[in-house]
């Protein structure tokens, strides 16, 4: 339930039009980070309580896949609150109304998505539940609702994921001739189709590669994005 409940909360920070959403937070990115967090631990509760070993090895892969790349979820926002001044994602969407963020931001566009995808535990970052490998991870010894309730929170993820895409990068909302809700619900969907074309095309690749990938790629194009973000902003200030 911690993992259905967690992405189901994240989603509700998430404005869907200018009048729609749940809750208008100041601090919307951080309460993200904090509910992705928070994730972390149903899988390593599951893995533990499960009492088998390839359940066990299941659940530590996905905690050190998912807490390294939230670091780099975390960097990658950061150029985002800084052009718009705010923590608040409505504050970031009116930010983008004459040009969207993933311009501006597209390293930390194409960071965010990646970490994004392995955060979710989506191929090819599937690590945690390597049929071939873990006899399908920390999910080995569950079955019926408690089964569905893991997916059903990876799916959720997926959602949330896409309309952050959406919202942080994609001018939310903003769109010609279209109803707002339409915008939202057109950008949202074709990066949720996003996620399955990548998981027909990609090949999985090994758990030391995608650890080395993140600490080796992604952290230096973050913090360097990070800084050519904050250098513009002292120069036109």
């Known amino acids: 339930q911690i993992a259905f409940?967690?992405?189901?909360?994240?989603?509700?920070i998430v404005p869907i039009t200018p009048t729609w959403g749940v809750a208008d937070l100041n601090i919307g990115i951080l309460f993200f980070l904090?509910?992705?967090?928070?994730?972390?631990?149903?899988?390593?509760?599951?893995?533990?309580?499960?009492?088998n070993k390839y359940s066990l090895l299941g659940a530590v892969r996905a905690s050190a896949q998912t807490v390294s790349y939230e670091v780099f979820i975390g960097l990658s926002l950061m150029g985002v609150v800084a052009q718009a001044?705010?923590?608040?994602?409505r504050d970031i969407v009116d930010s983008q109304e004459h040009l969207w963020n993933v311009i501006p931001q597209f390293f930390g566009f194409i960071t965010f998505a990646i970490a994004g995808v392995?955060?979710?535990?989506?191929h090819p970052f599937d690590q945690p539940e390597a049929e071939q490998e873990l006899a399908d991870g920390y999910h080995i010894e569950y079955s019926g609702m408690k089964f569905g309730l893991f997916f059903v929170g990876e799916y959720i993820g997926i959602v949330t994921v896409s309309a952050l895409m959406v919202t942080l990068f994609f001018g939310g909302w903003h769109g010609p001739f279209l109803p707002p809700f339409v915008w939202f619900a057109l950008k949202t969907g074709f990066f949720m189709m996003m996620f399955i074309l990548i998981r027909a095309s990609l090949p999985r690749p090994r758990y030391d590669q995608v650890m080395a990938f993140g600490w080796k790629v992604c952290l230096p194009i973050t913090l360097l994005?990070?800084?050519?973000?904050?250098?513009?902003i002292l120069y036109n200030a």
Request: proline share 0%.
């Open 5 to 12: 409940t967690s992405m189901l909360i994240a989603f509700a």
């Open 34 to 51: 904090m509910m992705a967090g928070l994730a972390v631990y149903a899988v390593l509760f599951a893995g533990w309580a499960s009492n």
């Open 85 to 89: 001044g705010s923590f608040n994602m």
């Open 118 to 122: 392995a955060v979710c535990h989506r």
């Open 225 to 232: 994005n990070l800084l050519a973000t904050a250098a513009v």
